[in-house]
């Protein structure tokens, strides 16, 4: 399976731990995407990279949240001393950015249930 | 401010029937849009997009149509069939190279009856 990759699939926690989710995007897709998605939404805009650059965050990305994409390739999603808040589906996508017309692919991402 | 909503949250069809889901968005400067689907327990799943300066665009069993005069976009499925039952969303894009920050709408739901 060559789509986007996330681990855990998920994740339970309780209230104040940290927690890091991974995203692996489709190998030559230069960009990637952080969405939350919480029951019954749709998901919603956090970061995103062009290579390993951070180029644009979401006032909903607190300070608590901080992601990183080391090497333009695997990207990392942490979360420090979770709220109850936090619980979502979080979604990691990819595109090849050549042209206008680029969609994102999505992972099946990593559920977060915060206790 | 400006988002991208839904018309109806839930359509039932009946299987082999054609279906279709309306988008509606208020940012006028909108100029990319993405119809999603998306299945329990998955990511969304690309379907079709259109750019602004097109009014049509048709894919397998798919045609998206956008009108911006009334800023309204729909997807239209083709003999639908139990596959295609899912959470289906609009999004909406402004940014010179697409993509950049997708709008999501809520979604709606379509249920295709056997």
């Known amino acids: 399976d060559t789509g986007v990759s996330q681990d855990p699939r998920h994740k339970i926690t309780k209230r104040g731990q940290n927690v890091t989710f991974r995203c692996d995007p489709i190998?030559?897709?230069?960009?990637l995407y952080w969405y939350r998605q919480t029951l019954g939404q749709g998901p919603e805009f956090l970061t995103y990279?062009?290579?390993?650059?951070?180029?644009?965050k979401s006032r909903l990305l607190s300070d608590r949240f901080s992601a990183e994409r080391p090497k333009g390739s695997f990207s990392t999603l942490e979360i420090q001393r979770t709220e109850q808040g936090d619980s979502a589906m979080y979604l990691c996508?990819?595109?090849?950015?050549?042209?206008?017309?680029?969609?994102?692919?999505f992972g099946n991402g990593t559920r977060l249930t915060v206790t | 401010g400006e988002s991208v909503g839904l018309h109806l949250p839930t359509l039932s069809v009946q299987e082999g029937d054609n279906s279709i889901i309306n988008c509606a968005y208020s940012?006028?400067?909108?100029?990319?849009f993405i119809w999603y689907k998306q299945e329990s327990g998955k990511g969304p799943q690309f379907i079709i997009d259109?750019?602004?300066?097109?009014d049509k665009r048709q894919g397998q069993r798919v045609t998206v149509l956008l009108n911006k005069t009334v800023k309204h976009l729909s997807l239209q499925i083709a003999a639908t069939q139990p596959g295609d039952s899912a959470v289906y969303f609009c999004?909406?894009?402004?940014?010179?190279?697409?993509?950049?920050?997708?709008?999501f709408g809520t979604g709606t739901r379509l249920t295709i009856i056997p």
């Open positions: 990279f062009q290579n390993e650059a951070q180029l644009e």
């Open positions: 999004a909406e894009n402004v940014g010179n190279f697409g993509n950049e920050k997708l709008t």
């Open positions: 996508a990819s595109s090849l950015v050549r042209g206008f017309n680029s969609p994102l692919h």
């Open positions: 190998s030559e897709h230069n960009r």
């Open positions: 259109i750019r602004s300066n097109m």
């Open positions: 940012n006028s400067a909108s100029d990319y």
